[in-house]
């Protein structure tokens, strides 16, 4: 397959062609050539769209479909090609399934189902065994087998000696452990942010400190054991502040915040909507721009659409009984691009996210592998409902305006478009 790329403005700044327009040719999954103008011919697949821009592939470190045993959510299939049409060229998937992703078949079994797709699927091994923060689950064999990081989805590691084990034995291979930042003692059977907003509406609070008690502790043992700690999704101000506080002590620690905490507070809480029901819950304006501010100054090292699909029976019910989570592929490009620097978001969505997880970039350069987002950072759209392509609806962007549209990716040798 030959496809010819018109009038596209590259964006990559390891590339020498960042900031430029050109016309880019694909032949057999590769850059053949690259240039101001590229004549077509009748065997060219031909890509020319309105204010074409394109990037390295997009990454996405925290994604959840539901299969295997929660099909109903998401399948594996319809998920790789919603990612791929929100700009994806790679996801992370969370081992939050049933069974959860805790052994070497399992992550073999995930690699096989996404044999052949547009969109890479790299799984996240389970920290613990049945993510119960128990016993450590087999971390080696996992990653022999292809997962790229480990950690228990939304649970945090309770057990401040099994974090320990966990940094120092991944240490033998170069792992990644990752440590969901709260304190379930703190946080108690919280729905909300603690604040304003919980008090008005009779919710009960899960205070920042929770966030904060967690990462410290994180900190602590990273410091003691050294090694390689990921913190992902923080949403608060001061969460920003520690991590900030630990690089600069030179500890190994990255971190990363969802999309939707970037953009919503805890105000939308006033309709009771449970598509506004997130873990860790949505915060104030002031942590906004805290984590806005983030990263733009490099302290959050990623951003994520942190996926999520819960079917309509635990979703579309009393907000206190509601599962937590939201679906985010869609809307992540335009939510972000809304309120930050296109760089910041490819930034955050591609070299800094690869380098963390150890996946190769490949940079727009002639000769090197095509992989590539493609879209407009300038048009506005309102998000509807006919723009979900996931199984399962629970975004909280519905009829919200964004900023971009994504028209698909190439990769793998695959051209998606919408």
Known sequence: MITLIK??????????????????????????????????????????????????????????????????????????QVAAKSGFTSIALNANTNPVIDSKSDVEYLIHKAFNTATNLYPIGALTKESKGIEIAELYDMQQSGAIAFGDYNKPIENDNLMKIALLYVQNFDGL?????????????????????????????????????????????????????????????????????????GLQVTCSVAAHHLVLTDNELHGFDSNFKTNPPLRTKEDIKSLQKGV??????????????????????EFSEAKDGLIGLESAFGAVNSVLELEDFISCFTTKPKKIFGIRNHSIQEGNIADISIFNPEVETIFTKADILSNSKNSAFINKKLKGKVYGIFSNNQLIIN
Do not use: M
């Open 7 to 80: 009038n596209a403005t590259i964006i990559d700044a390891n590339s020498p062609y960042h900031n430029q327009k050109k016309d880019i040719l694909i032949s057999e999954g590769k850059l053949e050539k690259i240039a101001d103008s590229i004549p077509k011919k009748d065997h060219y697949t031909v890509l020319a769209l309105e204010n074409l821009h394109i990037s390295c592939g997009w990454f996405d470190t925290s994604v959840s479909f539901g299969e295997p045993g929660f099909e109903e959510r998401e399948t594996i299939k319809n998920g790789l």
């Open 177 to 249: 452990v990752l440590s969901f930042p709260k304190n379930n003692a703190i946080a108690g059977d919280g729905i909300a942010n603690e604040g304003i907003n919980s008090t008005k509406l009779g919710l009960k609070g899960i205070p920042a400190l929770a966030e904060h008690l967690q990462i410290a502790r994180d900190l602590f043992l990273l410091e003691y054991t050294g090694g390689k700690l990921h913190i992902p999704t923080i949403s608060t101000a001061k969460s920003v502040a520690l991590i900030k506080k630990a690089k600069k002590e």
């Open 296 to 317: 733009k100054s490099g302290d959050i090292d990623i951003i994520t659409s942190d996926h999520n699909p819960i079917d309509i029976e635990h979703k579309k019910v």
